[in-house]
């Protein structure tokens, strides 16, 4: 699984959240990603989460090597550091992340091994 296109990488994710009907984390998570139209990228990691610094964000991880999936739901995001961001007990480096989409309420970035979805609650 190699260079997909974010639609692509999250089809299968989005398509298990339909399947869950009125499940309230999935009808959360589709209002991010479900109708939203990739724009251009702009911006970047850091600056789209200093913008939520203190802001919870549910994530969806994708395994771009075997498809495995991983989604903690309301970390909250601190932005404080300069190389990188810690989103509850995780701390994720800037280097390396290509954003591939991002909006007001959804960023798409991706690197060598996964392609990750942040959405602003």
């Known amino acids: 699984m ?18 869950l009907g009125d499940n309230p984390v999935a009808k959360t998570l589709l209002a991010g990603l ?3 139209v990739y724009p251009e990228p702009k911006g970047t990691m850091k600056a ?10 549910h994530t969806i991880q994708v395994d771009d090597h075997n498809g495995n999936v991983w989604t903690p739901l309301g970390r909250m995001v601190d932005a404080s550091k300069a ?7 995780s701390t ?9 989409s991002a909006s007001s309420d959804l960023l798409i970035v991706s690197d060598d091994w996964h392609t990750i979805a942040y959405i602003a609650k």
């Open 92 to 100: 994720r480096d800037y280097k390396g992340m290509r954003v591939m």
């Open 83 to 89: 190389s990188s961001v810690r989103l509850g007990e």
């Open 2 to 19: 190699t260079n997909l296109t974010a639609q692509e990488t999250f089809a299968p994710v989005i398509a298990k959240l339909h399947g």
């Open 48 to 57: 789209w989460m200093a913008a939520h610094h203190g802001n919870e964000v």
């Open 34 to 36: 479900d109708h939203e």
